[in-house]
């Protein structure tokens, strides 16, 4: 999954893309409200968390602006702004989560997981097809409710593919899910991780489109 992240905090922002970072989530961070505001308008992300008090140009501000353009994307927004009247104006300028600091990043993982969910009309605990459940949250992949171990890129592979089932997916659009925004595509790692995913979970889930990608199989 892609995030982005606009933090200029130094400090929370280092903490929070090494956090995420080991639970396998690629995340791009803008430090400058501007450029942030920018970076949504030129790559496709899953969610982005907001600071709201950011050089040049408030968070709100960049949350309206998005929202004007009828961009969709989940956004939880992460600010030191508790005041009541402070949530409820995020939340009704389009926020679609709002968590005060200090924070866990637990917390924050769970609610990043909740609102990609929710975009993709998903709700369950857990994603599943045939023998197998991906636990998101948890970071957990059960085969015949056996765990089979996955790398935490692996497993968000395989969270991209059930939140997309049936779907061709590019290698493009799952590569650029696995690297950060300034660095170079790299498709034989995309091609390494599929076959690892294949390897233990069986070849009948992921299917390759010639010419076109990959596409999760549900024959429900």
Known sequence: MKILLIEDDNLIGDGIVNGLK?????????EDGLEG?????MANY???ILDLTLPNIDGLDI????????IKTPV????????LEQRVEGLNKGADDYLCKPFSLTELQARINALIRRSCSEVAEYFEIGNIKLYPAQQKVLKDNKEIKLSSKEIKILELF???KNIVLSRETIAEKLYD???ELNSNALDVFIHAIRKKLGNNYIKTIY???YKLEDKK
């Not at 505001?37 to 308008?41: E, I």
């Not at 939880?76 to 005041?83: E, F, K």
């Open 22 to 30: 080991k639970l396998g989530f690629n995340t791009d961070w803008f």
């Open 37 to 41: 505001r920018d970076a949504l308008l």
């Open 46 to 48: 899953d969610a982005v």
């Open 63 to 70: 949350l309206k602006f998005w929202r004007e353009k009828k």
């Open 76 to 83: 939880i927004i992460l600010t030191a702004r508790d005041a």
């Open 162 to 164: 059930m939140l997309n």
């Open 181 to 183: 925004f300034d660095k």
């Open 211 to 213: 010419g076109a990608g």
